[in-house]
């Protein structure tokens, strides 16, 4: 069973910028999640999406945003890049979101796409 | 005040050492308590996860939750080299939405 597929892997872009980057999720999942990891700050939520609707968001500015399509497949992008920006990109899919009462839906994370703001 | 903290580290022991790594949180609502494990160039996988409070054991990897003092642990008996890796605890209150810990980077030395 493949796992969690980002693309591109390496990216390289300029201040002002725009980036788009993409996830595909483990076959069967829905529900999709974002992080931004930085030296400075670690992990960081950004947004989950399930069923093509945004269920949950982080504390980023509106520079950020994302969507799922039907396929579950999802992008993030990233307006105006500025040079804090540059961080590894996670996304991790799970089957469902939690049912509560003790059931806990891993979340599988991708390799990441590395982005590097010049 | 971040509201999941975790010590950075490097952390570095010898091959069998019995190997303890700590989380303090600040918000009494989160319910679900994972420690994921990160190698280089590589995302985190998930170790364990304890619901509530309590012990949870699998090998040789043990977490413990103490939610009374909002403090959760992981323990690894007889550390193996390739145990080296960054150790991220993650808290969530039921959503998808994971906090994590700063992460702590850890090197088992043959």
């Known amino acids: 069973k493949a796992g969690v597929t980002q693309t591109p892997r390496y990216l390289i872009k300029t201040r002002g910028q725009q980036v788009t980057l993409s996830c595909s999720p483990i076959s069967g999942h829905r529900s999709v999640s974002w992080y931004q990891q930085t030296p400075g700050q670690g992990l960081q939520f950004l947004f989950e999406?399930?069923?093509?609707?945004?269920?949950n968001k982080g504390n980023f500015p509106g520079r950020f945003s994302g969507r799922q399509f039907s396929n579950s497949r999802s992008e993030m992008n990233v307006s105006t890049l500025e040079l804090g920006d540059s961080a590894l990109y996670l996304c991790?899919?799970?089957?469902?979101?939690?049912?509560?009462?003790?059931?806990?839906?891993?979340?599988?994370f991708g390799p990441g796409t590395r982005l590097t703001v010049l | 005040q971040k509201e999941v903290e975790q010590d950075p580290g490097p952390l570095s022991v010898p091959e069998g050492a019995i190997v303890s790594l700590n989380c303090t949180y600040s918000n009494s609502a989160f319910q679900y308590f994972m420690w994921y494990r990160q190698y280089s160039r590589k995302g985190p996988e998930l170790l364990m996860y304890?619901?509530?409070?309590g012990n949870k054991e699998d090998g040789r990897f043990t977490a413990q939750v103490d939610k009374s003092s909002k403090y959760i642990s992981l323990f690894i008996r007889d550390s193996q080299p390739s145990d080296s890796a960054t150790y991220l605890c993650?808290?969530?209150?039921?959503?998808?939405?994971?906090?994590f810990g700063q992460g702590t980077r850890l090197t088992i030395n043959p």
């Open positions: 991790a899919s799970s089957l469902n979101p939690p049912g509560g009462g003790g059931s806990y839906n891993e979340q599988f």
């Open positions: 993650a808290l969530s209150q039921g959503a998808q939405k994971l906090v």
């Open positions: 304890t619901y509530s409070s």
């Open positions: 999406y399930f069923s093509e609707t945004q269920r």
